[in-house]
């Protein structure tokens, strides 16, 4: 790369970055972080543990978000250090590495301008994320494990933590539904641009005559509830069933009746949790999983937007969101956004990144066209 090239680019990243520090609103961020600092310095401050806890989360995301801000600044100000003396010494060794480092800290530099993209109301929690089998038979509930498998080496590959909170296997193979949290900030923002229906072409494993197949499986997204939530939930309006935990193949993974579902009767909510080792562990986990998705329900109807923010889709042909194909091609295919991907198997190991920024801008895009 020619020295104007690097000269060019590195002023653009300079842009950008000033551009993402307008919208973060750097001195608002600092005068918040200093203010939080003094209620945190407060002796009294676990006196009142929701607010404690609303403080001090608040506190570490916004200096996680000025930290990462700052130092990618400093990365671009020594990248262009290190350019100047490569040129002045016509170094090819420090060029070379010069131009690597620019390509990382060009991908740094986009991943952060996504996440000022992410400015909705519950944009900035962890998500709760539940996948269910469509129409295909066997082969929708192989793919909803392909998805679910496909979800958690997405976080692993970001060393965010996942909850499992249920997983109700089918009979033959795979899944018929499964819930989990992926405890990350800006999860749920990032992860939202998921919901809807996914569709898998393939030829079977599970035909013994080879035959192409055709499946569905929908994937529901919403935010995490926090202890400072607003939303209340009368134990009559909640039915509760209580039944065995069972592993794939109907193995029996505990010898007592200790999963549990909880219907919600006045939404027709349903939930269910199976990995705690008790009743009364289950319980309160489904609990969770049913106060988050009543607060997504709550929120979708003020706006109006149910399918949008909460993703209840039917798992069928008519409303899928993306396309995997892997026969007779090849190719993962974003319907929204046209962004695709010729390699399926490292999108099903987790390599998704690319779809969820094209979602975030596609959104981010629909929201200004209904705005004008």
Not at 158 to 172: G, I, L, Q, W
Not at 190 to 201: I, K, M, N, Q, W
Not at 275 to 290: C, G, H, P, R, T
Not at 332 to 357: C, H, M, Y
């Amino acid at each position: 790369m020619a020295g104007p090239e690097f000269d060019t680019e590195i002023k653009q990243l300079q842009a950008t970055m000033q551009t993402i520090g307008q919208v973060l609103d750097l001195d608002a961020m600092r005068k918040e972080i200093a203010d939080l600092g003094e209620q945190v310095a407060a002796p009294d401050l676990w006196d009142d543990q929701d607010n404690a806890t609303r403080v001090t989360g608040r506190l570490s995301l916004l200096q996680n978000e000025l930290n990462r801000f700052t130092d990618l600044s400093t990365r671009i100000e020594d990248l262009e250090l290190m350019v100047e003396m490569a040129q002045e010494e016509s170094d090819a060794d420090s060029l070379a590495e010069s131009e690597a480092e620019l390509g990382r800290v060009k991908k740094a530099v986009e991943s952060l301008e996504i996440r000022t993209l992410l400015s909705g109301e519950y944009d900035s929690r962890e998500a709760l994320v539940t996948i269910r089998s469509g129409a295909g038979g066997v082969d929708a509930a192989d793919f909803a494990e392909m998805l679910m498998r496909m979800y958690v080496r997405w976080a692993e590959r970001n060393k965010y933590p996942v909850e499992v909170f249920d997983t109700s296997y089918a009979e033959e193979a795979g899944l018929k539904s499964a819930t989990f949290a992926i405890h990350a900030p800006y999860a749920y923002g990032t992860l939202s641009v998921e919901a809807g229906t996914h569709r898998l072409v393939r030829i079977s494993p599970f035909d013994n005559q080879g035959r192409r197949q055709t499946s569905f499986a929908a994937v529901e997204v919403v935010p995490v509830l926090e202890q400072t939530d607003d939303i209340e939930v009368d134990e009559n309006d909640i039915k509760v069933d209580v039944y065995r935990s069972s592993g794939p193949g109907g193995q029996s993974v505990n010898t007592t009746d200790s999963a549990v579902r909880l219907t919600h009767i006045p939404t027709g909510t349903v939930v269910s949790c199976q990995n705690e080792k008790s009743q009364l562990q289950n319980k309160a986990a489904a609990m969770i999983v049913l106060k988050a998705k009543l607060l997504a329900l709550k929120k979708a109807e003020e706006e109006a937007q149910l399918k949008e923010l909460k993703g209840d889709v039917a798992a069928s042909w008519g409303d899928q969101m993306r396309n995997y194909v892997l026969n007779p091609y090849q190719i993962v295919k974003d319907l929204r956004t046209s962004f695709e991907v010729g390699n399926p198997q490292a999108v099903f190991d987790g390599d998704i990144d690319g779809f969820l920024e094209a979602g975030i801008r596609w959104r981010r895009g629909a929201e200004k066209a209904e705005q004008n």
